[in-house]
């Protein structure tokens, strides 16, 4: 018998094996590779929502354990994904000037916003009003990661590359069986797949698809992330990646000429260089409406469990979910109400 089994081996599924692995439990993850949003996310970790000044909920302790938590998986694994970078915030007017000094004066948001305008001229792109500075951000080569996770976790026999038939699952008091598999618990960390789960479609597992562009712009000199009407992340060798759009209608992975036209317009609206689309990209984010995670037990099976969510913001909450998780089962420490997917059963008055 294993403590876990897994299915899913995204971001979500790696952070928790991840988090098994250091505690000295066995698992074994399950996953197709058919669908994956982690495959296509921006990789982005940025401790503040630019739309409006303001914290990302818990950054300061996520950011913390979190960049410590990949860095290990780097060392462990000796390769290299973490990429910190500063995202420097286009200003487009005094007024946003303005908004971002009031901001920056706040105890919580000072420690992340530089108190001087950047006013360093880039190819390719006019900023008569400058930027601002956010610190501790960076982003993480999402393919790197799961590639080399998944690749160690195959290696030593822990992947099975297959898909999960939800109907072979048998739960009791002491463990599931799965097949010939008996484990312990059996965590969900599926992304948006979860909608085809029995056990936990009813969450209101929303789904928000996101497209993405790689461009060739060899005249422009980004050493930073560029964050404006969309975000622009150097990768090297003159390759961008530029995002994202946000659609919540469209629940499937593919390219749009809708999602890619309206990239570009907003991607002309911000350069002034010449510019090569060399691959578009699409996914779904598994979002929720109140933009908080869904973490927790099922109510009728208690070795059940889900690990979902993640969002925009995955790179910064994997790993602290993960551990919150891992924690709640193994020690029984509650789990935060926010994250807690009790906080929808009670609304329903099912508890």
């Not at 420097?88 to 305008?117: C, G, H, M």
Request: with cysteine.
């Amino acid at each position: 018998m294993i403590d876990y089994l897994i299915v899913g081996s995204g971001l979500a599924g790696i952070c928790f094996a991840e988090t098994a692995m250091r505690n000295g439990k066995t698992f074994l993850l399950i996953d197709d590779f058919s669908v994956s949003s982690s495959k296509v996310a921006g990789g982005l970790y940025n401790p503040v929502i630019l739309k409006r000044f303001s914290l990302v909920w818990k950054a300061a302790e996520q950011l913390e354990y979190g960049l410590q938590f990949y860095e290990s998986i780097e060392k462990k694994l000796g390769v290299n994904f973490v990429h910190p970078l500063p995202v420097y915030r286009k200003f487009v007017s005094v007024e946003e000037q303005n908004n971002w000094f009031t901001a920056s004066d706040k105890p919580k948001l000072s420690p992340f916003l530089s108190l001087e305008i950047v006013t360093k001229k880039y190819n390719g792109i006019d900023s008569p009003f400058g930027f601002g500075e956010i610190f501790r951000t960076g982003y993480l080569d999402m393919n790197v990661f799961l590639d080399s996770c998944n690749h160690f976790f195959s290696t030593q026999k822990l992947l099975l590359n297959e898909t999960f038939d939800y109907s072979l699952i048998e739960s009791n008091q002491e463990y599931v069986q799965y097949k010939d598999i008996q484990a312990k618990h059996l965590i969900f960390a599926e992304g948006f797949s979860m909608h085809k789960n029995p056990y936990f479609n009813d969450l209101p597992l929303d789904g928000t698809k996101g497209e993405l562009l790689i461009i060739k712009a060899p005249k422009m000199d980004l050493d930073v992330i560029i964050n404006s009407n969309l975000f622009i992340l150097p990768l090297g060798n003159d390759l961008y990646k530029i995002g994202a759009t946000y659609n919540w209608s469209d629940k499937t992975s593919t390219p749009t000429p809708e999602g890619k036209a309206e990239l570009l317009i907003r991607l002309m609206e911000l350069l002034t260089c010449d510019f090569e689309v060399v691959e578009h990209l699409a996914g779904v984010r598994p979002t929720v409406n109140d933009r908080r995670p869904l973490v927790g037990v099922h109510a009728g099976h208690k070795n059940l469990y889900v690990l979902n969510g993640l969002g925009t913001r995955g790179v910064m909450l994997g790993p602290w979910l993960a551990k919150s998780l891992f924690e709640f089962i193994e020690q029984q420490v509650p789990l935060d109400d926010q994250i807690n997917i009790q906080r929808f059963y009670k609304k329903r008055g099912a508890l």
